[in-house]
């Protein structure tokens, strides 16, 4: 018996804090009706020093058209591997794009940014369309984009 | 004695009257695949090797240029379906693009927790 609460209590101390250490976060885009065709967007981060930390999200599953994600792009060389997993389809106009990620909490009020990078088939690119700190006071506050986002809002 | 030699005869004939239309058939189709292409590259295909009629079909004719610089730069003039790019957004697993969400735990680049899968919807 002794064994037995001893594994358990060792399983949760080392989950405990596995758990404590992420936290759900709810992304939601929406995009303008700009009269082109769906857009793929790149959502990103940099530290604070600005150099690229990792991406969050890749809408859009074709890898030759991520060189108009031109930030992104800089930041990986376009490196498909950096976004393996959490690739989704690219956005309609007009649309909404939800995307809900266990994201660390590390991530919040240590000087990161989130950045969307966003390329319309036939129109202009945009890189850094969106750019926001990821701060627990940002939570729930929209910001608007530059071309084709007409908003977006992160709540955790 | 008859009835056994009645017997031969009828079997002899139901043999004779269906094995030779049959035996010039398979005469006639052996004949025939010899100068049908289709027949040949079904043979091939059967085998393992497959006869390509162009190796040149890569859709992706745009290397180097992008997706939204020929329009750009403008058509080239030559009629093709050059933009046949945009049809099919979802097709993943091809060598150069992405795992999709769902199809493999995200990158380990210490942004994400080890909790829930991401979730996606689109409205």
């Known amino acids: 018996m002794k064994p037995l609460l001893a594994a358990l209590a060792l399983g949760t101390a080392l989950t405990a804090p596995a758990l404590a250490l992420a936290r759900p976060v709810t992304m939601t885009t929406t995009l303008n009706t700009y009269g082109g065709d769906g857009a793929y967007l790149a ?3 940099t530290d604070q020093s600005g150099a ?16 108009h994600l031109s930030g992104w792009y800089r930041a990986t060389g376009g490196d498909t591997s950096q976004v393996d997993g959490i690739t989704g389809a690219s956005v309609g106009q007009g649309r909404t794009l939800e995307i809900t990620l266990d994201l660390a909490d590390a991530l919040f009020d ?4 989130l950045h969307i990078d966003a390329a319309v088939e036939d129109m202009r690119d945009s890189p850094n ?11 729930g506050t929209p910001v608007a984009g530059r071309r084709y986002i007409s908003s977006f809002v992160y709540d955790m | 004695m008859k009835k056994t030699l009645t017997f031969l005869l009828v079997s002899t004939t139901l043999t004779a009257a269906v094995g ?14 010899e100068h049908d292409p289709n027949a040949l590259a079904d043979d091939a295909v059967a085998g393992g090797s497959l006869i ?10 745009d290397h180097g240029r992008g997706f939204l610089s020929k329009f750009r730069m403008g058509h080239d003039d030559d009629d093709e379906d050059d ?14 693009s992405p795992a999709p969400a769902g199809s493999v735990a995200p990158p380990q680049n210490g942004l994400f927790g080890n909790g829930a899968p991401p979730k996606v919807q689109m409205n």
């Open chain 1, 110 to 113: 240590a000087g990161y940014t």
């Open chain 1, 129 to 139: 369309e969106i750019a926001v700190p990821l701060t627990t006071g940002n939570s």
């Open chain 2, 52 to 61: 390509l009629a162009s190796a040149d079909e890569d859709e992706d004719d």
């Open chain 2, 83 to 96: 933009d046949d790019d945009d049809d099919d957004d979802d097709s993943y697993g091809s060598a150069q």
């Open chain 1, 43 to 45: 959502l990103y981060v």
């Open chain 1, 52 to 67: 690229y930390a990792g991406s969050l999200w890749m809408a859009g599953g074709k890898s030759k058209y991520y060189k």
């Open chain 2, 20 to 33: 030779v239309p049959s035996w010039a058939a398979v005469q006639s189709m052996a004949t025939s695949r």
